[in-house]
């Protein structure tokens, strides 16, 4: 290796603040900016990575661990805490199966592939399920191994280029729920497989909606593959916007729901970036969008409505830091107006991290025993959830930790 290559941060013997400081340079940022978003000043930052200043106590550590966008643990700690996976939940037992699904040739077969009204009938119960269930990826696992190869075929065997289109669409919309499943799983390769098969179905489709949720869902890969990607997850965002704005005036609701979560997206990558004005600012588009919508009407895929902009609010301020703003937002968001089981399940998520930023811990643990009764699939696989919950496990106060331990048991947390 020459002299003046980047160290391996998972390479020992290197000490926790040399492991924070090849992390947080891999991330494209400074040290002003990690001191900021952990409320310590940039010389504390500097201690830590000399050396000057030991490994901090693990409440910071999770920190920086939610910050840096660390997977485990032990990547920033070395071998001095149990190993435990933050942004990459446990494997689901029903992944290997929709793995092979979605890695099928389909070439080998002479079933008759299912019409693409038949295929989108499907889709729809897949995604009523999936909001119906606490268990939804269980529900979903089951459904979409079936569902991908159905669809495959189905563009396989198109006899004219309209046909093929509608296929098409339909299986970027079955990549799209495929998506859902795959996030947090302990598969990276798959997740950006089928995000990038998504979006080539959707452009062969030439379908506004398909775009739409494709390029939604790919954002969102980009925009939490951590800060260097921001600006890939904005160009996708603005791209789809642009197409898409300029069909609004003929548009059905589909559109123009999948429009207002694309302008929401735009405003959630700029509160990750510290931009309120910005953010503030597309929340602001997304909800006139939603007001075009009926006040009853609930996109199945990204959940966008008039209810959701209140959850959507708690979002902004949170990845803002806005500890006491994001608290008001979650007292006026309208909870009983979100239907789908693991949407309140991540509302409720957004509500603790609310709770914790302004230093209410106890309410915030109570607001995450909630989003695992709404769905337990959901928190479980949730990265900032499970930090609160390890963080609260180290609090001074017995009952809080106790109630900390409790909950990090049912979502095995620290198991071998």
Same mark, same amino acid.
């Given at each position: 290796m020459?002299?003046d290559a980047?160290?391996?941060p998972y390479?020992d013997?290197l000490?926790f603040g040399?492991?924070m400081q090849?992390?947080r340079?891999?991330r494209g940022?400074s ?9 310590m000043?940039?010389s504390?930052?500097?201690?830590v990575?000399r050396g ?5 106590k693990l409440?910071?550590v999770l ?5 840096l966008?660390?997977?485990d ?6 071998d ?5 996976d933050?942004f990459?939940?446990?494997g689901h037992s029903r992944?290997?199966?929709v793995?092979?699904a ?10 008759q592939a299912?019409s693409?009204?038949?295929l989108?009938?499907?889709l ?8 119906k269930a606490?268990?939804h990826?269980e529900?979903?696992g ?6 991908i190869?159905d669809a495959?075929?189905a563009?396989?065997?198109?006899d004219s280029a309209?046909?093929?289109?509608a296929?098409?669409?339909v299986?970027?919309e079955?990549y799209s729920l495929?998506?859902?499943f ?7 390769a798959l997740?950006?497989r089928?995000?990038?098969r ?9 379908d506004p909606h398909?775009?739409g949720?494709?390029a939604?869902?790919a ?7 951590g800060?260097d990607?921001?600006?890939a997850?904005d ?5 789809? =916007?642009?197409?898409? !704005?300029?069909l609004l #005036?003929?548009?059905?609701? $589909?559109?123009r *729901?999948?429009?207002?979560?694309l302008?929401?997206?735009?405003g ?10 910005a953010?503030?600012g597309?929340?602001d588009?997304?909800?006139a ?8 009407y ?7 409505s008039?209810?959701i902009?209140g959850?959507?609010a ?9 500890g ?5 937002q979650a007292v ?6 979100i ?9 409720r998520?957004?509500?603790?991290r609310?709770y914790?930023?302004d230093?209410?811990a106890e ?10 009764k ?14 609160i919950? =390890?963080?609260?496990? !180290?609090?001074r106060? #017995?009952a809080?930790?106790q $109630?900390?331990? *409790?909950l990090?048991d049912?979502?095995?947390l620290?198991?071998?």
């Open positions: 020459p002299d980047t160290p391996d390479a013997p000490g040399h492991r090849i992390l340079t891999k940022m040290r002003p900016v990690a001191a900021g978003l952990l409320g000043s940039p504390w930052v500097k201690q990575e000057e200043i030991g490994m901090p409440p910071i920190r920086i661990a939610e910050l966008r660390v997977r643990l032990s990547d920033l700690t070395g001095q805490t149990p190993s435990v933050l990459i939940g446990p992944l290997p199966a793995r092979d979605v890695n099928a040739l389909t070439l080998g077969t002479d079933r299912p693409a009204e038949h989108a009938a499907r729809a119960k897949a995604w009523t399920a999936r909001h606490a268990n990826r529900v979903i089951e459904l979409l191994p079936g569902l190869r495959q075929l563009v396989r065997q198109s309209v046909d093929r289109r296929a098409q669409a299986l970027s079955v495929s998506q859902f795959v996030a947090y799983q302990p598969d990276s997740l950006w089928v995000a990038e998504g979006m080539v179905a959707a452009q062969e489709s030439e398909a775009i949720v494709a939604w869902l954002a969102q890969a980009h925009r939490d593959t800060p990607h921001f600006d997850a160009a996708m965002t603005l791209e789809a =916007l642009s197409y898409l !704005e300029r #005036p003929e548009a059905d609701d $589909r559109v *729901a999948i429009t207002g979560a302008q929401f997206e735009a959630y990558t700029a509160a990750r970036r510290g931009e309120s004005g953010a503030w597309w929340w588009k997304a909800k969008t939603a007001g075009r919508l009926g006040p009853g609930y996109h199945p895929v990204t959940s966008f008039q209810a902009m959850a959507h708690v979002t902004v301020a949170v990845e803002l830091r806005a006491g703003e994001s608290v008001r006026a968001a309208d909870t009983a107006a239907p789908s089981r693991p949407r309140l399940a991540r509302h998520i957004e509500e603790a609310a914790q930023l230093g209410q309410t915030a643990l109570a607001t995450l025993e909630k989003a695992h709404a769905a337990p699939e959901t928190i479980q696989y949730n990265g900032y959830a499970r930090r919950v =390890l963080e609260e496990t !180290e609090s106060v #017995p809080r930790r $109630r900390a331990a *409790a990090a049912q979502l095995n620290l198991a071998a």
